[in-house]
C-alpha cells in the first residue's frame, strides 16, 4: 500500500515563513500496516529457513541433544571421547578470564553439542538423499513387493515422519543422472523403427552409430561435467531454449488453459465469482510464502515431488527481448491488475495491512465494472503486443515503455499478483448446443480476443459475464500439474470453503470507504499502435487457425480400466494410437508429456508412446486378428508404455538428453546431422495428462456435479493434434483435442469420434475375452470418417 499513498503522505508549500509541511496520516497509517506486514513475512522466512536448514530434524532436537549430552557428563562420563576437553583449551583467552572453570566446560559443551546436532542432521539428510536416490520400486509389480523395497518404504517413513514445509526435501531430492550415450540411442532407435522404412532406419542406424563412435562422447562429457556443477543439467536449458528463446507467439504456441467445473457455475454474479476467485488465489499464494502446503507427492506414496516451480508462481512476468526473453519475479505485491471493456485498472487487495474480504474484492470488482470511462486512445487492444512476435513487443517496449506514464502502468502489470481479465462474453456447457459451446469456452481461454489477455504473465485469470471462469498460463516457469494443483486449489476453495449468499454473492463485511480501483495512464504515439495493429493481425491468424474439441467420455473410467487390470494411463494412450491410425491410416511420432520432479529442479521428459508393441497391436486389430490374440497384444503394449514411462520418470529417458547433447554441440561450434535431424522430426500427436492431485477437496461421492473440465493446449505441429485428458472420479474421461483448420487432414471433431470409439472397441476387446475367452475373429477396422 505505500507506493499508492506516497504521493500524497507528504506534501509541503514554501511560504515567506518557511515550509509548511502537510501529513496525511490516513496515508502514514496504510504506510506502516504495509510495513509491518512486510516484516512480518521476512520474519516468517527467517523462520522457515531455519526450520529448511535442519529437516529432517527440528530445531527443538538441538536441546534434546544438548540435555543428553549435559547428563551424560553429570553422571561422571566423557561422552565426546575428550573432544570437550579439547575445545575447552582452545576457547579464547578473554573467556577463561571471564568463566568459571564450570562455565567453561558449559560452553564447550554446548559447541560440541552443536556440532555433534549438525553432524547427525548432514548424516541423516545424506540418508535421506540415499533412499530417494532409489527407483526400483517402480518397476516391481504390483502385489510383488521386494524385501529391499519393503525395507526401504519404513526407512523412509522413518525420516520423512516429521511434518515437512513446502520446501523442505529439496536439498535432499538427488540429482538428474545423465544416461549414457548407448543407452539412449538404443532407446531412440527403438522408438523410431516403427515409423521408418526399412532402408529409412538403416540410414537412421548408421547416423546413429556414427555418433556414437564420434562425437557423441565428447558431447558426454561436457554434459556430465555440468551436471557435476548445476542442479539439474537439463531444467536451465529447457526453459531458456525451448521457451525463452522462441520469438514466435507464445499465444495458442505455449500457452495452455484450465477449465472451470463442468456442470456447476456456483453463481453467476460476475463480480461475485471474481472476489472469491481472487481471493482463493491469493490465499494459495500465503500458503506458498509460508511454506504451509504439503509438499506433492508420487501419488498413493511418501515419496516427494520437487516444489521448485512454486516459487515463480506469483509476482512473475515473462519480459520479451531481441534474442531471449527474461523471467522477472517480485517477491511480493499488494495488487492485481485488471482489464475490462478495453481498461486497465490497479486494484489493491489489502488493506491495514489485511487480504481485503471477498465481499469487499466483489464491491471493488463492481466498481471497475460500473465506471463509465471509455478507453484512452491505443490502450483497448494494448495487450495484442503479449500475443504477437516477441521481437517487436521488444523493441516497442524498450521504446515506448522504458520511461515515462508508460513505464509506469506497465511496471503495475508486470508487479502485480496475477492479471485478471473481466469478460463480456458468457462462455459453459449452456443453451441448446452445449458441446459447441465447450469448444468456444476452450478457445476463448486459450486466446480470447487477442488482446484482452496479458499472456506474459505467469497466469491469467478470466471471469465471464455468467460466472463462469477459467485460466490462461505462460509456460516457461513451470509445467501443467503445478498449475492444475493452484487451479485445483481455487475452484475448491471458492465453492466449498468461501461460498456464497443465497443471492450469490461472496460472504462477509464490506468497508465502503475503501479507495476506488486506479485506472491505468498511457500515451500510446502512433508507432505502438501501428504495431499494435501488425500484432494483432499475426494473432488473429493464429487463433482462428485453430480448432478445438472438448468432449467429456461417460461411457466408462479408470474404475471399469483397473477393473481388466490395466493402467489407465497406458490404456488411453493406446486408445489414441487406434484412432490416430483410423484417423490418418498410418503411425506418428507421439509425444506424451512425463514428469521428472523426483529429481531436484526436475520438469519433463517425453514418454515417446507410438512403440514397436503398440503399433503391432493396431495392426492386429485393425487386420482382424484373433481376440486372444489382439488381448495378448494390447497387454503387452500397456506394459511396454508403463515401462516407458518409468524410465522417462527416473531419467532414463530419450529426448532431453538429446536435447542437452544437441546445446552442447551448439556451445562447441560442432554439427552433428544426427542429432539434427532427431530434433527436427515434427510431434503429430502431442499429449498430456492432466492429473486430479487433491480428489478429497471435491468430495466426488457427495458432490458428484463438481467435476473438473481439466484443460488444454494447441498444436503443437501444424499437421497434428494436441491432446489433454484429465481422470475424473471412477466414471469420466475429459478430453482436450486441438488441431489447425489449416490443414485440411486434420478435424478435432473427428479425431475426437476416433477417440470415443477406439476407448470402447478396445474396453470390448478386453471384457469378451475376460468373460469367454473367445477366440473368434475380430472384424476388420477400417479407416472411417464421421
Known amino acids: 500500500m505505500a507506493e499508492a499513498h506516497q504521493a500524497v503522505a507528504f506534501q509541503f508549500t514554501i511560504t515567506p515563513e518557511g515550509i509548511d509541511l502537510q501529513l496525511s496520516y490516513q496515508a502514514l497509517h496504510q504506510i506502516y500496516h504495509s510495513g509491518v506486514r512486510s516484516w512480518k513475512k521476512r520474519v516468517s522466512r527467517i523462520r522457515n529457513r531455519v526450520i529448511k536448514g535442519v529437516y529432517p530434524a527440528s530445531p527443538s532436537s538441538w536441546l534434546f541433544v544438548v540435555i543428553a549430552i549435559l547428563a551424560t557428563m553429570y553422571m561422571q562420563s566423557d561422552p565426546s571421547m575428550g573432544l570437550i576437553a579439547k575445545i575447552q583449551q582452545h576457547l579464547p583467552l578473554s573467556l577463561h578470564v571471564s568463566l568459571s572453570l564450570q562455565g567453561q566446560t558449559m560452553l564447550s559443551a554446548l559447541v560440541f553439542s552443536t556440532v555433534l546436532w549438525l553432524s547427525i542432521i548432514l548424516a541423516l539428510r545424506f540418508c535421506l538423499k540415499l533412499l530417494l536416490s532409489y527407483h526400483r520400486w517402480m518397476f516391481e509389480k504390483h502385489g510383488r513387493i521386494s524385501t529391499t523395497t519393503k525395507v526401504w518404504v519404513t526407512l523412509l517413513r522413518l525420516l520423512s515422519g516429521r511434518k515437512p514445509l513446502l520446501y523442505s526435501y529439496q536439498t535432499s531430492l538427488p540429482h538428474l543422472p545423465v544416461p549414457t550415450i548407448k543407452d539412449t540411442l538404443s532407446r531412440y532407435l527403438e522408438s523410431v523403427q516403427p515409423l521408418l522404412t526399412g532402408p529409412g532406419f538403416e540410414r537412421m542406424t548408421g547416423l546413429a552409430n556414427q555418433f556414437e563412435s564420434s562425437l557423441g562422447n565428447r558431447l558426454q562429457r561436457y554434459l556430465k561435467l555440468k551436471a557435476l556443477w548445476a542442479t539439474n543439467y537439463v531444467s536451465d536449458w529447457w526453459e531458456e531454449y525451448i521457451y525463452l528463446r522462441s520469438r514466435g507467439p507464445i499465444m495458442v504456441n505455449s500457452n495452455y488453459y484450465g477449465m472451470d467445473f463442468l456442470y456447476v457455475t456456483p453463481t453467476s454474479v460476475q463480480a461475485a465469482r471474481a472476489g472469491n476467485t481472487i481471493t482463493a488465489l491469493l490465499l494459495y499464494r500465503r500458503k506458498v510464502n509460508r511454506e504451509e502446503l504439503k509438499p506433492s507427492r508420487v501419488p498413493g506414496t511418501v515419496i516427494p515431488l520437487c516444489a521448485a516451480q512454486c516459487e515463480r508462481m506469483f509476482n512473475t512476468t515473462r519480459t520479451p527481448g531481441v534474442e531471449t526473453d527474461v523471467l522477472q519475479h517480485w517477491q511480493d505485491s499488494e495488487f492485481v491488475a485488471v482489464y475490462h471493456r478495453g481498461r486497465y485498472f490497479r486494484l489493491w487487495v489489502y488493506h491495514a495491512g489485511r487480504l481485503l474480504s471477498p465481499r469487499e474484492i466483489q464491491f471493488q470488482v463492481q466498481r471497475i465494472l460500473e465506471d463509465p470511462s471509455p478507453p484512452q486512445p491505443g490502450e483497448e487492444k494494448l495487450g495484442a503486443l503479449t500475443a504477437g512476435d516477441r521481437i517487436p513487443w521488444s523493441e516497442m517496449r524498450k521504446r515506448h515503455f522504458s520511461a515515462g506514464v508508460n513505464r509506469r502502468s506497465l511496471d503495475v502489470i508486470e508487479r502485480a499478483a496475477f492479471f485478471v481479465t473481466l469478460d463480456e462474453e458468457e462462455q459453459g456447457m449452456r443453451g441448446d448446443d452445449p458441446a459447441g459451446n465447450l469448444d468456444r469456452y476452450a478457445k476463448s481461454l486459450l486466446h480470447g480476443k487477442c488482446y484482452d489477455r496479458w499472456f506474459d504473465k505467469s497466469f491469467s485469470i478470466i471471469i465471464y459475464k455468467n460466472g463462469k471462469n477459467g485460466l490462461n498460463a505462460e509456460h516457461s516457469w513451470a509445467d501443467a500439474p503445478t498449475v492444475a494443483h493452484l487451479w485445483e486449489y481455487t475452484l475448491a476453495t ?65 474404475g471399469r480400466i483397473k477393473q481388466l487390470r490395466i493402467s489407465p494411463d497406458a490404456f488411453i494412450q493406446l486408445s489414441l494410437q487406434l484412432a490416430y491410425y483410423r484417423d490418418r491410416g498410418g503411425f506418428c511420432l507421439t509425444y506424451e508429456a512425463s514428469m521428472t520432479r523426483l529429481f531436484r529442479e526436475g520438469r519433463t521428459e517425453t514418454v515417446r508412446s507410438c512403440s514397436n508393441e503398440s503399433c503391432d497391436f493396431v495392426k492386429a486389430l485393425a487386420g482382424g486378428e484373433g481376440v486372444e490374440q489382439c488381448r495378448q497384444l494390447f497387454r503387452q503394449a500397456a506394459e511396454k508404455h508403463q515401462n516407458l514411462y518409468r524410465l522417462a520418470m527416473t531419467g532414463d529417458g530419450i529426448d532431453r538428453h538429446l536435447f542437452c547433447l544437441y546445446v552442447v554441440s551448439k556451445y562447441l561450434g560442432v554439427d552433428s546431422p544426427f542429432l539434427k535431424e532427431v530434433l527436427s522430426e515434427p510431434w503429430r500427436l502431442s499429449t498430456s495428462q492432466t492429473p486430479l492431485q487433491q480428489i478429497e477437496l471435491f468430495d466426488l461421492k457427495n458432490n458428484p456435479e463438481f467435476i473438473s473440465l481439466g484443460g488444454g493446449f494447441g498444436p503443437v505441429a501444424d499437421d497434428g493434434y494436441g491432446v489433454s485428458y484429465i481422470i475424473v472420479g471412477e466414471d469420466m474421461i475429459n478430453f482436450h483435442v486441438s488441431s489447425k483448420h489449416s490443414f485440411s487432414e486434420t478435424d478435432s471433431h473427428r479425431f475426437g469420434q476416433q477417440i470415443s470409439r477406439a476407448l470402447q472397441d478396445i474396453v470390448a476387446l478386453l471384457s469378451s475375452a475376460e468373460n469367454n475367452g473367445a477366440v473368434s475373429k475380430c472384424p476388420p477396422q477400417t479407416k472411417k470418417t464421421l
Open 494 to 558: 471458492d465453492a466449498f470453503q468461501l461460498g456464497y449468499t443465497e443471492g450469490g454473492h461472496c460472504k462477509g463485511e464490506v468497508d465502503r470507504t475503501l479507495p476506488h480501483p486506479q485506472r491505468l495512464l498511457w500515451d500510446i504515439p502512433s508507432e505502438v499502435q501501428e504495431q499494435v495493429s501488425r500484432s494483432l493481425a499475426v494473432a488473429q491468424v493464429l487463433a482462428d487457425d485453430v480448432h478445438c474439441h472438448i468432449f467429456p467420455f461417460r461411457d466408462f473410467g479408470k
